[in-house]
T-cell receptor, first 116, second 112 residues
């Protein structure tokens, strides 16, 4: 298996622009997680999906952030409009389940976002 | 509130020396605990995890961790460090709502 795939790996944009980050989870995994990593706040969970349905989006910082999962093999995290404080590394992770042996989360390589 | 504390921001060890990275947690029930490693520019890779049973957990790359309920700790150890172990290490706790709560990380530097 190729693991969790994220694109792009790096994104540089200007303040006010729309940014879309993409994730392909491991095939067969029912859970998908979006995290943000910054120096100040470390790793934070933004949102997670179960069977394509958003379950908990309490970590999404504000309305400028939105996430979708139109099917089991694709998810997007969108920031519109982007701001310099959104600069961070965004990780996608997936897991088979959330209990016992199936709850290991496998992380993608991340997207490094820089908003100028 | 649930939390994970990694008290050491940086640790430097010589190649071949032993290693222990500290992790303390706060959680009201028996926790599920994880150690992940992040190499520069890479995602997080799972080293090992604890659910229940044997409190000494073996992981990949020669790492092990010991769960000590009385100390609320889950320290990561390796008997002999290799230069390729230089990375950032994260301890994490899974709470009842399936979220992973991460510590702030410990950056390991390895002296040749």
């Amino acid at each position: 298996d190729a693991g969790v795939i994220q694109s792009p790996r790096h994104e540089v944009t200007e303040m006010g622009q729309e940014v879309t980050l993409r994730c392909k989870p491991i095939s067969g995994h029912d859970y998908l997680f979006w995290y943000r990593q910054t120096m100040m706040r470390g790793l934070e969970l933004l949102i997670y999906f179960n069977n394509n349905v958003p379950i908990d989006d309490s970590g999404m910082p504000e309305d400028r952030f939105s996430a979708k999962m139109p099917n089991a093999s694709f998810s997007t995290l969108k920031i519109q409009p982007s701001e310099p404080r959104d600069s961070a590394v965004y990780f996608c992770a997936s897991s088979l389940g959330t209990s016992g042996r199936s709850d290991t989360q496998y992380f993608g390589p991340g997207t490094r976002l820089t908003v100028l | 509130a649930q939390s994970v504390t990694q008290p050491d921001i940086h640790i430097t060890v010589s190649e071949g020396a032993s290693l222990e990275l500290r992790c303390n947690y706060s959680y009201g029930a028996t926790p599920y605990l994880f150690w992940y490693v992040q190499s520069p520019g890479q995602g997080l890779q799972l080293l090992l995890k604890y659910f229940s049973g044997d409190t000494l957990v073996q992981g990949i790359k020669g790492f092990e961790a010991e769960f000590k309920r009385s100390q609320s700790s889950f320290n990561l150890r390796k008997p002999s460090v290799h230069w390729s172990d230089a990375a950032e290490y994260f301890c994490a706790l899974k709470d009842s709502s399936y979220k992973l709560i991460f510590g702030s990380g410990t950056r390991l530097l390895v002296r040749p």
